[in-house]
């Protein structure tokens, strides 16, 4: 069974790699390079995949899912100009594909159980486009 919690937050970046020349970060990223960035309202699905628990009834403890996702996905993205305030984004590009792997990287580890493990990163940059990650299990 997969089960599925949504967040959302605020943030801001600039796509730009700082190896390549600023022209070929216009051609590349358009609008999107321009250094003082832009901010987007990004919504998370982080899916568990797991059996209910005969007791419970529940694959986890929704509440403590909840926390874990705010203390390593809200308080550290939300409000923050990613390339300054979020690692790895001070040398890795903030896409939404990076942002799923970097989100991924930062639950995997809290989500081990095999009864209840982390299934997939699902992030909106906007309504109509969002990426999928399935990263390896930690
Ligand atoms: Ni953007």
């Known amino acids: 069974m997969l089960i599925t919690k949504r967040v959302e937050f605020s943030a801001s970046h600039v796509c730009r790699n700082p190896l390549l020349t600023d022209q070929e970060n216009q051609e590349l990223f358009g609008v999107a390079a321009n250094p003082h960035g832009h901010g987007h309202n990004y919504v998370v699905d982080v899916t568990v995949e797991g059996d209910p628990d005969p007791v419970t009834g529940m694959v986890l403890d929704l509440k403590k899912l909840k926390e874990l996702v705010n203390r390593e996905v809200i308080q550290t993205y939300d409000h923050r100009f990613l390339n300054r305030e ?3 984004f001070d040398h890795v590009v903030p896409t939404v594909e990076n942002i ?3 989100i991924w990287n930062r639950l995997a580890p809290h989500l081990t159980q095999k009864d209840s493990r982390l299934q997939g990163i699902r992030v909106y940059e906007t309504p109509d486009l969002y990426v ?3 990263g390896e299990a930690a």
Do not use: S
Request: aromatic share 22%; net charge negative; hydrophobic share 45%.
């Open 86 to 88: 979020v690692e790895p």
């Open 100 to 102: 799923a792997i970097d």
């Open 132 to 134: 999928d990650y399935f």
